[in-house]
């Protein structure tokens, strides 16, 4: 089993969607979780950062921690053409490198 | 945040030959990551260099044939060398800066083909 799981995708949604990605994990050490947003030809940015369990938002954005079920989500509201990328998870101990997920291609049709 | 410059953004070499790919940050950074994205999979760690000492590989991955430099806090090298077409990929690098650990940043890539 690898560490972490991630869906592929893709994943098409109208613009104006709400959109639900997610990442399962074995580590149960894992304290710091991450999503990256990478743009086709570009390097990955950091979207939204979490430490342990719980809700933060952003904006559209909304990232989820569970760490009883050792599962994570990203939210997206009223998506836009311009959401259209691929979302990494990722995450990491702490003092250990990030262990990233396989990333899901999400396009949004406007 | 940091903005790191990668190049060459995209080459097409010859199997058997060598690449080097350079990355410049604007700070000074302590850690240095490069990163493997093939197709459809997820970064792959190759090695963490810090300046001064010898870069630390990740399994799989040796010196040989992944030759990493970090001469100061701001630039390193990662050489792909003695290139198959199985090298095709994306390289990546990557910084860590203070505040969250290991938080990473990345440059835009290199893609590198190998005929």
């Known amino acids: 089993q690898k560490e972490v799981e991630q869906d592929p995708g893709p994943l098409s949604v109208p613009e104006g969607a709400i959109v639900s990605l997610n990442c399962t994990y074995s580590?149960?050490?894992?304290?710091?979780f991450m999503w990256y947003r990478q743009y086709s030809r570009k390097g990955p940015e950091l979207l939204m950062y979490?430490?342990?369990?719980g809700n933060k938002e952003d904006g559209r954005f909304t990232a989820q921690v569970d760490k009883s079920s050792k599962y994570i989500s990203l939210f997206i509201r009223d998506s836009q053409p311009s959401d259209s990328a691929t979302y990494l998870c990722?995450?990491?101990?702490?003092?250990?490198?990030?262990?990233f997920g396989k990333g899901t291609r999400l396009s949004v049709i406007a | 945040s940091a903005v790191i410059s990668q190049k060459p953004s995209r080459d097409i070499c010859q199997r058997g030959t060598s690449l080097t790919i350079q990355c410049q940050v604007d700070?000074?950074?302590?850690?240095m990551f490069w990163y493997r994205q093939q197709p459809g999979q997820s970064l792959t760690l190759i090695a963490t260099?810090?300046?001064?000492?010898?870069?630390?590989?990740e399994s799989g991955f040796v010196i040989d044939k992944f030759p990493i430099s970090r001469p100061n806090l701001t630039f390193s090298t990662l050489t792909v060398s003695n290139m198959s077409p199985e090298d095709s990929s994306i390289y990546l690098c990557?910084?860590?800066?203070?505040?969250?650990?290991?938080?990473?940043?990345f440059g835009q890539g290199t893609r590198l083909t190998v005929v």
């Open positions: 580590n149960s050490a894992f304290q710091y």
């Open positions: 700070s000074q950074v302590t850690m």
């Open positions: 979490t430490y342990s369990s």
């Open positions: 990557s910084v860590e800066t203070g505040g969250v650990p290991y938080q990473a940043f």
């Open positions: 260099a810090n300046q001064g000492s010898e870069a630390t590989y």
């Open positions: 990722a995450m990491s101990e702490g003092g250990t490198p990030l262990v």
